[in-house]
């Protein structure tokens, strides 16, 4: 992920003013940036074409730094992330998690992964991700079949571009975080297509708003998670499980 131009913010998040977006990323993201995520986000723009990169939904940088803050303020040592694209998410959270964390990272596209491979390896915390090269359906059930690992992670990120598995993720994820844990969900707000009448949606558009409403309208009767839903990085919505 690149560092944001006024010309490609919107791209990035739902805030209406360019110029401010760019002033909360000068002024309290990139300062605090750390070093090989910034190398992550550049290295990820200028092979963005060459190879061609998976569809994931990379995070920007202020959608990393928010994740940043919530892995801490829950302590999360065990993570799940599907979706993994180069890996900006997964080098976060592993600087993010103790010594002994864990990252289940989840994702078919392995070149992407690869990418980033090896600023993750330069950065030293590679021995804290677990990159399974799968579709993360099959995974999941893998992993729900067991016991023990029932309630055993803290803090799940989804970080796809399209949300058509998000209601079977979640599904299997509510079993796998613990109580009191967070599901976090990205692109969720389909570029604010959610808000508009299906004929003033591009068609090519039209599947995916229709899936983000009708995963959060089945999300939002569920009793089992509190519910936040951020107009962040094209839609965060954060689900705790409550029970």
Same mark, same amino acid.
């Given at each position: 992920? =690149?560092?944001?131009?006024?010309?490609?913010?919107?791209? !990035?998040?739902?805030?209406?003013?360019? !110029?401010?977006?760019?002033?909360?990323?000068?002024? *309290?993201? %990139?300062? *605090?940036?750390?070093?090989?995520?910034? !190398?992550?986000?550049?290295?990820?723009?200028?092979?963005?074409?060459?190879?061609?990169?998976?569809?994931?939904?990379?995070?920007?940088?202020?959608?990393?730094?928010?994740?940043?803050?919530?892995?801490?303020?829950?302590?999360?040592?065990?993570?799940?992330?599907?979706?993994?694209? *180069?890996?900006?998410?997964?080098?976060?959270? =592993?600087?993010?998690?103790?010594?002994?964390?864990?990252?289940?990272?989840?994702?078919?596209? =392995?070149?992407?992964?690869?990418?980033?491979?090896?600023?993750?390896?330069?950065?030293?915390?590679?021995?804290?991700?677990?990159?399974?090269?799968?579709? $993360? /359906?099959?995974?999941?059930?893998?992993?729900?079949?067991?016991?023990?690992?029932?309630?055993?992670?803290?803090? $799940?990120?989804?970080?796809? =571009?399209?949300?058509?598995? %998000?209601?079977? %993720? %979640?599904?299997?994820?509510?079993? /796998?975080?613990?109580?009191?844990?967070?599901?976090?969900?990205?692109?969720?707000?389909?570029?604010?297509?959610?808000?508009?009448?299906?004929?003033?949606?591009?068609?090519?558009?039209?599947?995916?708003?229709?899936?983000?409403?009708?995963?959060?309208?089945?999300?939002?009767?569920?009793?089992?998670?509190?519910?936040?839903?951020?107009?962040?990085?094209?839609?965060?919505?954060?689900?705790?499980? /409550?029970?």
């Amino acid at each position: 992920m =690149a560092s944001m131009e006024p010309s490609s913010i919107a791209n !990035e998040s739902l805030l209406q003013s360019n !110029e401010l977006y760019k002033y909360i990323l000068e002024t *309290t993201v %990139y300062p *605090t940036e750390p070093a090989p995520l910034k !190398e992550l986000r550049d290295v990820t723009t200028s092979n963005n074409n060459n190879p061609p990169l998976d569809n994931v939904g990379i995070t920007c940088p202020l959608g990393g730094q928010y994740i940043g803050m919530l892995l801490k303020l829950v302590n999360a040592k065990m993570v799940i992330e599907i979706g993994v694209s *180069t890996g900006y998410i997964t080098l976060l959270t =592993a600087l993010s998690i103790p010594k002994d964390g864990e990252i289940l990272a989840i994702s078919p596209y =392995a070149k992407s992964y690869e990418l980033g491979l090896p600023i993750i390896k330069k950065a030293g915390v590679e021995h804290k991700i677990n990159f399974i090269d799968s579709e $993360a /359906l099959p995974i999941l059930d893998q992993f729900t079949k067991d016991k023990l690992n029932l309630g055993s992670f803290d803090f $799940a990120i989804i970080n796809e =571009a399209q949300t058509n598995n %998000y209601i079977d %993720y %979640y599904k299997r994820l509510v079993k /796998l975080v613990k109580i009191g844990g967070l599901i976090c969900f990205s692109n969720t707000l389909c570029e604010g297509y959610v808000a508009k009448q299906e004929q003033d949606v591009l068609e090519n558009k039209r599947y995916f708003r229709q899936q983000c409403l009708n995963f959060t309208k089945e999300i939002s009767q569920n009793t089992q998670v509190e519910l936040c839903h951020l107009p962040l990085s094209n839609g965060f919505l954060m689900c705790k499980r /409550l029970y």
